[in-house]
């Protein structure tokens, strides 16, 4: 969607780029900013900023108590890029896309690597990696159903976009009231909501769990004494269904 691009201050980065501070990005019609970078250098080859033919970029910078830094290049019709973050402080990042008073708390790591030739979702190939520490939900709601506030040490997760299909590699997080792990295949629409789920997720409650997390458990598709706690989610992204 479009964005509006906004910042404090623009100096020259010598000798090839300019550094801005309090880069905001706003989509077109929001009042308020999605994602605000305190500072971010953006590099291009020389040539590129005497002709004005940006063909490749590189940026990096800080936000949300981390660092970032990636790069974008466009050869022909086909477009790539690369980034990579480090000690992303999820509290504020998140905080635009929550309703009040819900909280997400912890510190991310991402790798993201992508390339397509911008047509479609479909048309796109790459990776990422996700690590966070120290995660915590408090008062999140999800289309109006209150989550259960747990808190998980670790959370890793891995996928692979291969043209219209996202293999998810590895979505893993345990903590004291929950264990969960999934992994599967998702297959990407242009509407990114419509996107269809083929999951097989691993759901653990422990007996001594909270009472918020068994009164979840009661609402999962009944398992017989002694099968494994596996369940599949499919139907959509806007939609997911749990059998």
Do not use: H
């Not at 747990?150 to 009231?177: M, Y």
């Not at 599967?184 to 242009?190: E, M, S």
């Not at 458990?217 to 269904?241: C, M, Q, R």
């Amino acid at each position: 969607a479009p964005v509006r691009i906004g910042f404090r201050t623009v100096s020259l980065a010598f000798p090839n780029g300019y550094r801005f501070t309090d880069l905001r990005l706003t989509p077109l019609g929001a009042s308020q900013p999605v994602a605000t970078l305190s500072e971010v250098t953006l590099r291009v080859p020389i040539g590129g900023l005497l002709t004005g033919n940006f063909r490749q970029a590189v940026v990096d910078g800080t936000a949300y108590g981390g660092t970032f830094r990636g790069w974008a290049r466009l050869a022909g019709n086909r477009a790539s890029g690369e980034l990579e973050a480090k000690g992303i402080r999820l509290e504020p990042a998140v905080a635009p896309f929550l309703p009040p008073p819900g909280r997400v708390q912890g510190t991310a790591d991402l790798s993201f690597r992508m390339a397509g030739d911008g047509r479609t979702t479909q048309s796109s190939e790459g990776d990422v990696t996700l690590a966070v520490r120290d995660l915590a939900l408090e008062q999140v709601n999800v289309r109006g159903f209150r989550l259960p506030d747990v808190a998980f040490p670790t959370v890793d997760a891995s996928a692979q976009v291969f043209g219209s299909r996202l293999q998810v590699k590895e979505v893993r997080a345990a903590g004291d009231d929950l264990r969960f792990d999934a992994s599967g295949d998702v297959l990407l629409r242009d509407q990114l909501p419509q996107s269809v789920l083929n999951l097989r997720m691993n759901l653990e409650i422990p007996p001594n769990a909270q009472p918020a997390l068994k009164l979840l458990s009661g609402l999962l598709p009944k398992k017989n004494p002694g099968e494994p706690p596996v369940y599949t989610v499919k139907g959509t992204i806007a939609a997911p269904v749990v059998r």
